[in-house]
């Protein structure tokens, strides 16, 4: 992932707001939320105020997609606007804006949280919801730097954070707890024969794929069939996390 910088500067002027930088249509209409977010927290939103503002994303040449550059913005604008202080040093910031002000998750912040952590960042703020996967880079040995993950809830909550009115812990996330599945009174490897069933419910598994009813008679391989997300294995050393969230899906629940 590429990191992108975001520059954000206001004068006294006819009431303008412009996003450069090649931003797609989510992004040209995050002004539209950061504006309704910024009021809903209690602060002086760009559109009630004659000012011009600009938003540069930098580099200039790369598009830019999504609404994940909304909390960004928005801290830029009140930081410019004198509406709150702090250092922006070694942080990342992340996440989309309700109208209400409230972080909502985005994608893609995986990739950004190990892109952040091999250049050395120390912090990265996103959207509680997001913690999680993002917390998933702390596992992977191959890069010791330690990233911290703040997840917060909403914009106000940001600012609080920031200017050192609140104390929040970093995420922590430990993938053995994380990856423990209960266990079960029955197993697979109890059925006898039906070695094409059992390899459809060993491909289902895998894959993290649907399944529909394979007998009308018998209830056998659909109790089995949970069994097979048992491990009793260290797997830390032996899979890479990030691989897991991108081949399958590491946030599903127990059958």
């Known amino acids: 992932a590429q990191i992108i910088e975001v520059e954000v500067d206001a004068s006294y002027g006819l009431r303008h707001f412009e996003i450069v930088g090649l931003p797609d249509k989510a992004v040209q209409e995050s002004k539209e939320r950061v504006g309704a977010a910024i009021k809903s927290s209690n602060f002086q939103s760009p559109h009630s105020q004659p000012q011009r503002v600009l938003v540069s994303l930098a580099p200039a040449d790369l598009k830019k997609e999504g609404s994940l550059y ?19 040093q070694d942080k990342i910031f992340v996440g989309e804006l309700a109208l209400d002000g409230k972080l909502r998750p985005v994608k893609g912040v995986l990739s950004l949280a190990l892109a952040a952590k091999e250049k050395g960042w120390q912090e990265i703020i996103l959207p509680k919801a997001n913690a999680p996967e993002a917390a998933l880079v702390s596992i992977s040995s191959a890069i010791g730097h330690n990233l911290r993950i703040i997840g917060l809830e909403s914009l106000k909550e940001t ?13 922590e996330i430990n993938i053995k707890d994380f990856l423990e599945k209960p266990n079960y009174p029955v197993d697979l490897g109890w059925i006898k024969g039906q070695e094409s069933s059992k390899r459809a419910l060993e491909i289902a598994a895998a894959g993290g794929h649907n399944l529909l009813k394979l007998w009308h008679s018998t209830q056998l ?4 069939y949970p069994a097979l997300f048992r491990s009793n294995r260290d797997i830390t050393h032996n899979v890479d996390p ?11 629940n127990s059958p």
Not at 221 to 224: A, P
Request: glycine letters at 10%.
């Open 70 to 88: 909304d909390l960004p913005i928005a801290l830029g604008y009140l930081s410019v606007s004198g509406q709150t202080k702090f250092n922006p």
């Open 159 to 171: 600012i609080d954070y920031l200017e050192g009115k609140v104390q929040i812990a970093p995420f």
């Open 221 to 224: 391989g659909r109790e089995h």
């Open 242 to 252: 990030v691989c897991l969230r991108v081949v399958g899906n590491l946030f599903y």
